[in-house]
């Protein structure tokens, strides 16, 4: 029996065999684009989805453009990119991770008769990649979240009349090495994989519909404008689905807070503080900023991970 199908195997064509290597590349190359092009909007959407309310309804931010201009006067262009260098790092194995696991689980759930993917095995594909990312996905995060809100917490401590010492990322990840071992790096590991995996299970199946919709070439791949676009809409709409998850997330992961915000023990401890405090409304926070965020993210990602770079490059077609 295995003899027999390992000559099946053999005898696949090539374009029926899934090219693993090829594909992380793809995936790492489309992180590393997207990210560079979205960084700016979202590090405003970290601001917005970490500030609280005041008593009297003060805010530091009034809305997203506000973020986007206070950030910019108090710290420049190159203070719109805090954490990107992280960010840039990690997104090569995270994006690989997440792009090519959905590919590699739809291919092994594909029927063997070649009918599409049902709804149920899309989403099981999707749900197992956002599992899969979740090992780089959350030190990246951490890390991510620490520099893009030490403005800030900075700012709001400055208007206390304290001073927050400046971090940067290795000095963060020593401290938490020596503090909390490995686990400090994992912090918030329970609401990022809420977040993802739900994020994978809305996203891959939608955009795969809505792909599919659209014309192609003569070998069968997507036009590049159609993939950005399913890519946008599938982002976008799977970014407000999970929004109250990304700012429990954030949240969590916050280690350096403002004079007089809260802490949380935990995800149903910020869910109960946040609905106490600020009602069902701040679970919305940053929302259409993740939007924008993730829409051409995710848009500019399915596009290069579709062009083939990769297998142009490895003379694969």
């Not at 998850?245 to 350096?256: E, S």
């Not at 809260?262 to 995800?267: A, D, E, F, K, S």
Request: aromatic share 8%; charged share 20%; with cysteine.
């Amino acid at each position: 029996m295995e003899k027999v199908n390992e000559q099946k195997v053999a005898t696949l064509p090539a374009a029926q065999k899934f090219k693993l290597l090829p594909k992380i590349i793809n995936g790492g190359i489309a992180g590393i684009i997207g990210v560079s092009v979205v960084f700016p909007l979202d590090l405003v959407k970290t601001r917005l989805q970490n500030q609280v309310v005041g008593p009297a309804g003060e805010k530091m931010y009034s809305s997203m453009l506000d973020c986007f201009k206070k950030t910019y006067a108090a710290e420049g262009y190159f203070g719109m990119y805090k954490g990107s260098g992280v960010n840039i790092l990690l997104i090569t194995p995270e994006k690989a991770i997440k792009l090519t696991a959905n590919d590699m689980f739809r291919h092994y759930l594909s029927p063997e008769s070649g009918k599409p993917l049902t709804l149920v095995r899309e989403m099981l594909a999707g749900g197992s990649a956002g599992a899969c990312q979740i090992v780089i996905t959350t030190p990246m995060e951490l890390l991510k979240i620490q520099m893009q809100d030490a403005g800030r917490v900075a700012a709001a401590a400055k208007n206390e009349g304290k001073v927050i010492p400046k971090v940067s990322a290795i000095s963060l990840t020593t401290e938490l090495l020596k503090k909390r071992g490995i686990k400090g790096l994992y912090q918030g590991t329970g609401a990022t994989a809420l977040r993802d995996v739900t994020f994978s299970v809305i996203y891959f199946p939608l955009f795969a519909r809505l792909n599919g919709l659209g014309p192609k070439r003569e070998d069968g791949s997507s036009v590049f404008w159609c993939s950005f676009l399913s890519g946008c809409v599938a982002g976008s709409a799977a970014a407000l689905c999970v929004n109250p998850f990304d700012v429990i997330k954030t949240r969590l992961q916050a280690i350096n807070k403002a004079p007089g915000e809260p802490t949380y023990n935990g995800v149903l401890d910020c869910i109960g503080k946040t609905l106490k405090n600020e009602g069902p409304t701040a679970f919305f926070k940053g929302g259409a900023c993740r939007m924008i965020v993730i829409a051409p993210l995710f848009g500019i990602a399915q596009t290069v991970y579709y062009l083939g770079v990769a297998e142009r490059l490895m003379g694969l077609i």
